[in-house]
Each structure stands twice: as structure tokens, then as C-alpha cells.
């Protein structure tokens, strides 16, 4: 079966703080592709990341940075001295093998707080 | 102007009646898709299309219509609105799959 848990439902931090938001997979296909989502206050549903399986560099874009590693079946986002524009609803999504569909995390909403 | 766009991007409607609502992208895109985004649920897969004249079945087809005949435009129609379709419907495009998805602003439905 393959799953995306985003174990953190909300977090809440004041600006400067870094953050990381987890996501944790779970697929038997060895071709995979993952993926991060941003959703601000006001609805629209904005790409962010996409990383193969082949590819376990780290990505680092501006102040945001992502971890990915099979060993542990994660993909955790990072946010480095976040700011309130970052707050947000994020979210982690997994398309393995060959299934044309995104299987998607619950969510994790950021409140960066003044 | 370029991108994806949905209308309405409000609707009140009544148990019963029919709903279509529209998607159009300007990318000519082989991909589209549509979600609806729920409380508790996340972002669900209702019915996607690979190409026009080609659509196939998402997570949570029942009560949902769609057709593709041409490139640029999707439409979802709820044939008879239920209070459980009150949700905000995302309509979505991407070049293929695995790819990344280009998302519309978003339908608010409400069924009373």
C-alpha cells in the first residue's frame, strides 16, 4: 500500500525560528517521486518540489530546504528563519510506480507568528 | 491571460439540482484533474484525464460527471447535488505524471 503521513497537524512558531515539517512514505516501488505543496490563507495550491527516487541530494532553495532519505522513508521540508508569509498549510504527496494518481498527506499547517 | 481558471469560484446551490462547474487551462496540457479538498480529508482525487476524450475514475467518483473534449476544458458536474458535495473543488493540470501540478483557484460549493 502506499501512504503519506505528515504527523504534524499544526505547528506554531514566532519568525526568525526555523522549522522542519516531516513526512514519512511508504511505497514498495523502487521509481517513486515525491512531491511538497504550499496552501496560503488564501486557497490556491502552489507547487513547491519534486524529487525522484534516484535523487537523494539534498535541495536547498533560498531559505527553504528539503532532506530526503530512503533509509528512513522521509522527505522532510525545512523552513530556516521563517516568516510570517510562510504560514501555510503544506503538503507531502507521493506517486510510485505506475499509478498516474498522487497520494497525498493530510497536511501540516504553519502558523508563523510576529 | 495564461494559467488555469475556474468558474464559478463561488456557487450556492440546492439539494437535487444539477452543478457543473468549469476548468480551463491555457498550457495545453495533456494532464487534468479534479479534487475536492475537505476538512479532515485533505485533497481527494475525483476523476482525472489524461487526454481529451480520455478520463478514468479518482478516489471518490460517485455523483460526479466529467468530459474532456477538448484539450483546454474539464468540467465536473454534479448531476444531483448532495449536502456531502458542499466542499471546495480544485481543478488541476500537469504536462504528465509523475509531474507537477499547476492547480486553479478553486471552486467553494455549497449544497443546502
Known amino acids: 500500500a502506499q501512504k503519506v503521513t505528515q504527523a504534524q497537524t499544526e505547528i506554531s512558531v514566532v519568525e526568525k525560528e526555523d522549522v522542519t515539517l516531516d513526512c514519512v512514505y511508504e511505497?514498495?516501488?523502487?521509481?517513486?517521486?515525491l512531491f511538497w505543496y504550499k496552501q496560503p490563507p488564501s486557497g490556491e495550491l502552489v507547487f513547491l518540489i519534486r524529487r525522484n527516487s534516484f535523487d537523494e541530494q539534498n535541495e536547498i532553495s533560498g531559505r527553504y530546504s528539503w532532506n530526503f532519505q530512503k533509509s528512513t522513508s522521509s522527505f522532510n521540508f525545512t523552513i530556516t528563519a521563517s516568516q510570517v508569509v510562510d504560514s501555510a498549510v503544506y503538503f507531502c504527496?507521493?506517486?510510485?510506480?505506475?499509478?498516474?494518481?498522487?497520494?497525498w498527506g493530510l497536511g501540516t499547517s504553519l502558523a508563523v507568528n510576529p | 491571460d495564461a494559467g488555469i481558471t475556474q468558474s464559478p469560484r463561488y456557487k450556492i446551490t440546492e439539494t437535487g439540482r444539477q452543478v457543473t462547474l468549469m476548468c480551463h487551462q491555457t498550457?495545453?496540457?495533456?494532464?487534468m484533474f479534479w479534487y475536492r479538498q475537505d476538512l479532515g480529508h485533505g485533497l481527494r482525487l475525483i476523476y482525472y484525464s489524461a487526454a481529451a476524450d480520455i478520463t478514468d475514475k479518482g478516489e471518490v467518483p460517485d455523483g460526479y460527471v466529467v468530459s474532456r473534449s477538448k484539450t483546454e476544458n474539464f468540467p465536473l458536474t454534479l448531476e444531483s447535488a448532495t449536502r456531502s458535495q458542499t466542499s471546495v473543488y480544485f481543478c488541476?493540470?500537469?504536462?504528465?505524471?509523475?509531474?507537477?501540478?499547476?492547480f486553479g483557484p478553486g471552486t467553494r460549493l455549497t449544497v443546502l
Open positions: 511505497t514498495r516501488d523502487t521509481t517513486y517521486y
Open positions: 498550457w495545453s496540457h495533456s494532464y
Open positions: 488541476a493540470s500537469s504536462v504528465g505524471t509523475p509531474s507537477d501540478l499547476f
Open positions: 504527496a507521493l506517486n510510485a510506480g505506475n499509478n498516474r494518481k498522487l497520494i
